[in-house]
């Protein structure tokens, strides 16, 4: 986080002395004291300051003392302050949340797992999990879910519908014999389709695979990106939608 613009931003709202969202030092020293209980009062600190021979600006203090916490708390200050103001400074208190809290402007098209469906409660806890997850920067975390998820999907789906083969337990040929199963379909039914569309399920599967192996917390030590992340999430929601139309 670029905090020298969130501050900034928050600092140009809390230091116009004309209305309510005006923080004097004793203010912004509550703020910051809910928490961290070791702040000291105002004017304790102040003499603090003086006596070591800092700036006792409130622009500078303000700063200082808003980085000495660690970030999650900084957010907690922020969001705190921006609470008690957003009704005077509605649109400069949105913008500076957007910034503060960027997570929460990531969510993914959710597909629905029918309730009678095999595991259906622990299928939607995946999808659920997807979006936690890159909310809150685990992209291989991520990574390791969206495999479980089609792995779980997968199961349910053949032993919904292609019985003979529920031994299968790789993720790849379980996309396969699916995706030769919804062809079949369609072409029983006369249907014309693009052949892309079917293909996709077994290279969306194997972009999972080659992802989870190469990335994951759990194979290895690289970092995924979050790109990766939302784009693999995204993909696997769009394919479960995709065959929940065949059950």
């Not at 809150?136 to 032993?159: D, H, M, P, Q, V």
């Not at 919904?160 to 337990?169: F, G, S, V």
């Not at 892309?196 to 999972?208: K, R």
């Not at 690289?222 to 929940?244: F, P």
Request: contains cysteine.
């Amino acid at each position: 986080m670029n905090w020298i613009v969130i501050f900034n931003r928050l600092f140009e709202i809390i230091n116009n002395q004309g209305n309510d969202a005006y923080y004097g030092g004793t203010r912004f020293l509550t703020a910051i004291r809910e928490v961290n209980y070791g702040t000291p009062s105002y004017m304790n600190y102040i003499e603090q300051r003086r006596a070591e021979g800092k700036s006792t600006s409130r622009r500078d203090y303000y700063f200082e003392l808003l980085m000495e916490q660690p970030e999650n708390e900084r957010i907690q200050v922020v969001n705190s302050i921006l609470d008690s103001i957003e009704h005077i400074e509605t649109e400069k208190t949105e913008a500076i949340r957007a910034i503060v809290n960027p997570a929460q402007t990531i969510v993914g098209p959710e597909a629905v797992i029918p309730a009678d469906l095999w595991n259906a409660e622990r299928l939607m806890e995946y999808l659920d999990n997807l979006d936690t997850s890159i909310n809150e920067e685990n992209y291989e975390y991520t990574l390791t879910l969206a495999y479980t998820c089609l792995e779980g999907f997968y199961k349910s789906f053949i032993r919904e519908k292609i019985p003979a083969q529920a031994h299968l337990n790789d993720l790849t040929q379980m996309a396969v014999q699916i995706r030769n199963y919804i062809r079949t379909q369609l072409d029983a039914n006369g249907i014309a389709y693009p052949e892309q569309t079917v293909i996709l399920i077994s290279t969306v599967t194997n972009a999972v695979c080659n992802a989870r192996n190469n990335f994951s917390d759990s194979h290895s030590g690289n970092r995924a990106e979050k790109w990766l992340a939302i784009y693999l999430r995204d993909n696997v929601n769009a394919i479960v939608k995709m065959i929940l139309n065949f059950i």
